[in-house]
């Protein structure tokens, strides 16, 4: 869906590289959401904001920071990125007070 | 363990059948349910949702029908064709006043379509 945008689309780093993903949308949605996907695990979601003062952990937080620099853009950081964090990561956003969340094309990052 | 789950990992049908791909919920919370179509190099893409005050709902070639009962939701393509093969993802939600954000998605089902 060309309105959520995700740059880069690839990237491959190295062990201890600190790494930002970034995501654009021109939906005009308050909700934004960072979610990655592993084969076999389905999407697992790593942050996610309900506007540009809101921040909240997903159930996999923990090595991710994020930054709603605007009410369109989230951007994803990977501080010291490790190996284990390879997987597609997926950019999401909703309408405040609905439920169905349009995902962006994905970046995938491999951690060397 | 995820609350959403799916009956089959693959299928295989034939250009021009009808595909059907099941998923079993275990919150009898949830109120919300989506399918999801993810082509290979694609984020997912909306297909169709459901509300738990209906049992059926039809969109263009898809319907989906939901269980409450059984907490099982099926997606059913009509006339398969190429085009469809994709991974197809159901999610689901559960309201907690209007504010929940969170959708759990299951794990995919691999839909390939033989011409």
């Known amino acids: 869906d060309a309105d959520v945008t995700q740059t880069p689309r690839n990237r491959i780093t190295k062990t201890g590289k600190r790494i930002m993903l970034e995501c654009s949308q021109t939906?005009?949605?308050?909700?934004m959401y960072w979610y990655r996907q592993d084969p076999g695990l389905g999407l697992r979601l790593i942050y996610y904001?309900?506007?540009?003062?809101?921040?909240n952990k997903g159930e996999i937080s923990d090595g991710y920071s994020v930054s709603r620099q605007a009410q369109a853009k989230f951007s994803l950081s990977l501080e010291s990125a490790i190996p284990n964090q390879t997987a597609l990561y997926f950019c999401?956003?909703?309408?405040?007070?609905?439920?169905?969340?349009?995902f962006g094309p994905g970046t995938r990052l491999t951690v060397l | 363990g995820e609350s959403v789950g799916l009956h089959l990992p693959t299928l295989s049908v034939q250009e021009g059948d009808n595909s059907i791909i099941n998923c079993a919920y275990s919150?009898?919370?949830?109120?919300?349910f989506i399918w999801y179509k993810q082509e290979s190099g694609k984020g997912p893409q909306f297909i169709i949702d459901?509300?738990?005050?209906?049992d059926k709902r039809q969109g263009q070639r898809v319907t989906v029908l939901l269980n409450k009962t059984v907490k099982h939701l099926s997606l059913q393509i009509a006339a398969t064709q190429p085009g469809d093969s994709a991974v197809y993802f159901c999610?689901?939600?559960?309201?907690?006043?209007?504010?929940?954000?969170?959708?759990?998605f299951g794990k995919g089902t691999l839909l390939t379509v033989n011409p």
């Open positions: 939906k005009g949605h308050d909700r």
């Open positions: 999401a956003t909703s309408a405040q007070k609905t439920d169905t969340q349009y």
């Open positions: 999610a689901e939600n559960i309201d907690s006043g209007g504010s929940n954000y969170k959708l759990t």
């Open positions: 919150n009898s919370a949830s109120d919300y």
């Open positions: 459901i509300r738990s005050n209906m």
């Open positions: 904001s309900f506007d540009v003062k809101d921040i």
